[in-house]
């Protein structure tokens, strides 16, 4: 059975950082494509980074380059999200997810973890 | 990079059809068979129904449709049931370094 557990979200200061978690089950992290999804209170989605199988080329929404770098623990089988210099407006829950090469669809989520960024 | 255009809201009787659009451009939408939506109920993570413009994962009853003109993308439901009602939310590749563009999400009301 296929699962993604996120951890790591919290409550922050504005300008602090924190680094999410997504545990994977059921299959290998490094042989698929990884991202990061995120949804501001009441609002929509937001494709936030993905990370490339293979290599591991990455990529990020304009938002937040420079600030959040995505990566994965093989040995872990874990993918992570790490998040500094936060902003109020980087408040949202953050799903990770499953994203298949061939049409980019995200086939498995996470439940989602809440970072709320506020003094 | 803006997001794709979708209706804010759609209703419909049970029984009924429904259709959601999605908007794009030549960038994603338009030249690209990239397009996948997803179902959220309130609380929950999103559900993948439709991938590849009209594909549906395995599991996914056969009342989702999807299809694809130019550059808008849509989303049928047919056979409309209380259990519709909620968020959906459609999605493309894109040319731009994002790679992957949401729409801004329709909520359906089952009247």
């Known amino acids: 059975e296929v699962q993604l557990v996120e951890s790591g979200g919290g409550l922050v200061q504005p300008g602090g950082s924190l680094r999410l978690s997504c545990a994977v089950s059921?299959?290998?992290?490094?042989?698929?494509?990884m991202g990061w999804v995120r949804q501001a209170p009441g609002k929509g989605l937001e494709w936030v980074s993905v990370?490339?199988?293979?290599?591991?080329?990455?990529y990020y929404v304009d938002s937040v380059k420079g600030r959040f770098t995505i990566s994965r623990d093989n040995s872990k089988n874990t993918l992570y999200l790490q998040m500094n210099s936060l902003r109020p407006e980087d408040t949202a829950v953050y799903y990770c997810?499953?994203?298949?090469?061939?049409?980019?669809?995200?086939?498995?989520w996470g439940q989602g973890t809440l970072v709320t960024v506020s003094s | 990079q803006s997001a794709l255009t979708q209706p804010a809201s759609v209703s419909g009787s049970p029984g009924q059809s429904i259709t959601i659009s999605c908007t794009g451009t030549?960038?994603?939408?338009?030249?690209?068979?990239?397009v996948s939506w997803y179902q959220q109920h309130p609380g929950k993570a999103p559900k993948l129904i439709i991938y590849?413009?009209?594909n549906r994962p395995s599991g996914i009853s056969n009342r989702f449709s999807g299809s694809k003109s130019g550059n808008t993308a849509s989303l049928t439901i047919s056979g409309l049931q209380a259990d519709d009602e909620t968020d959906y939310y459609c999605?493309?590749?894109?040319?731009?370094?994002?790679?992957?563009?949401f729409g801004g999400g329709t909520k359906l009301t089952v009247l």
């Open positions: 990370v490339y199988s293979g290599g591991g080329d990455t």
């Open positions: 030549s960038s994603d939408i338009g030249n690209y068979n990239h």
């Open positions: 999605s493309s590749y894109t040319t731009t370094n994002t790679l992957v563009i």
């Open positions: 059921g299959f290998t992290v490094s042989n698929y494509y």
């Open positions: 997810a499953r994203v298949r090469a061939n049409y980019y669809q995200l086939d498995y």
């Open positions: 590849a413009v009209s």
